[in-house]
């Protein structure tokens, strides 16, 4: 992380070549330069414009899977972000400082803009937050803990707003569930054959029966 955020910060110093969302303006503007000096609202900008979210608020343990994967996303060192940027979120969730993201907004594949904007909010001290089970301004919440607001550096809107975190939050934690499920739905289907005292004889019904997938064998033999 602070190799890549390090050469971006020297490369803007050495050179005004335009790069994309960095030191232009985004989407029909990207042909539009961006003065230096403001460069840092640059991206402020970008993270507000996107938290236009609506709906109820998700629940609290899919904010806590987005702080996760979003922080994973950026310990790989691609994305030249500030390490202390990246703290903040790991102290967001260590503290459960949970930003209040909406249901809709998301983009899909083109990105989970809107959701990961709410979650990028308490970053500049702007949004709300779910801190000790209270709902709060982050502002308040900021002064609270005895954080303050940080500054993003050029890219880190960007960075904090590309991604499909939110989407694959719901994923991981809907695999969790299928999974435990199907793990039940075995130790019950076993407690049942052994309370009804069924044989080894009824076990070939539970094997592959021409299904192309291994899921079926490994229950059987489960149930054996």
Known sequence: MKRSHTYLSDRLKKSDAPIYGINT??????????????????QKNLVM??????????????????????????????????PATVQ????????????????RGSLGASGDLA???HLSLPLLGLGEVVLAGKRMTS??????????????????GLALLNGTQFMNAYAS??????????????????????CLRWTDRTVPSF??????TSGTGRGGSAHA
């Open 25 to 42: 303006g985004f989407g029909s503007l990207y042909d539009k330069s961006i003065a230096k000096k403001d460069l840092q609202q640059l």
């Open 49 to 82: 414009s996107h938290a236009c979210g609506s709906g109820d608020p998700v629940p609290p343990e899919i904010v806590r899977a987005m702080l996760v994967l979003k922080v994973q996303n950026m310990a790989f060192g691609h994305s030249a972000v500030a």
């Open 88 to 103: 903040r979120l790991i102290d967001m969730y260590n503290t459960d400082m949970l930003p209040v993201v909406y249901e």
């Open 115 to 117: 959701p990961l904007a």
């Open 139 to 156: 502002a308040a919440a900021l002064k609270k803990m005895g954080w303050k607001p940080l500054e993003l550096g050029p890219k880190e």
């Open 173 to 194: 934690l809907l695999t969790l569930k299928a999974t435990r499920l199907a793990q039940l739905a075995d130790v019950i289907a076993c407690t049942f054959a052994r």
């Open 207 to 212: 094997g592959p029966c021409g299904a192309p």
